[in-house]
């Protein structure tokens, strides 16, 4: 499978200009980084063949404060994802062990701080 880097760029008016220098002529815009890249597999397939198959290396340019921005938030947002795969391994341990104890589902719920459906559900994933 053939991989051709998309180089993304905003213009003056605020449109995502997005070529492939590989494929002399092979450009588009987008009014979002997500339609641009659309796009260039549309364009792409003008040009080469397997376009729609092949991967694209997206090489989106922006002001560095910016990407720091979004490096920071793509961080955030793992480090939540982490905390909450955790809490919720913590939390079907505990239903499992207040359940087995003798508790209701209801009154596993009420000392968790969950609703009663939340701890099915939890049992249920084990």
Excluded: F, N
Excluded at 56 to 63: F, H, M, Q, S, T
Aim: net charge positive.
């Amino acid at each position: 499978m053939a991989t051709y880097r998309v180089v993304i760029e905003r213009d003056e008016d605020g449109s995502w200009l997005a070529h492939v220098p590989s494929v002399p002529g092979c450009h588009t815009y987008g009014r979002s980084i997500r339609q641009a890249l659309a796009r260039t597999r549309e364009a792409l397939a003008l040009w080469v063949d397997g376009a729609d198959t092949a991967d694209l290396d997206e090489d989106i340019r922006v002001p560095t404060p910016l990407l720091r921005a979004a490096s920071t938030g793509r961080k955030a947002r793992a480090r939540a994802e982490a905390v909450a795969v955790a809490s919720r391994e913590a939390l079907r341990g505990a239903a499992a062990t207040l359940t087995a104890g003798g508790l209701s589902r209801r009154d596993a719920a009420t000392l968790l701080g969950i609703s009663h459906q939340r701890v099915q559900q939890l049992l249920d994933e084990r």
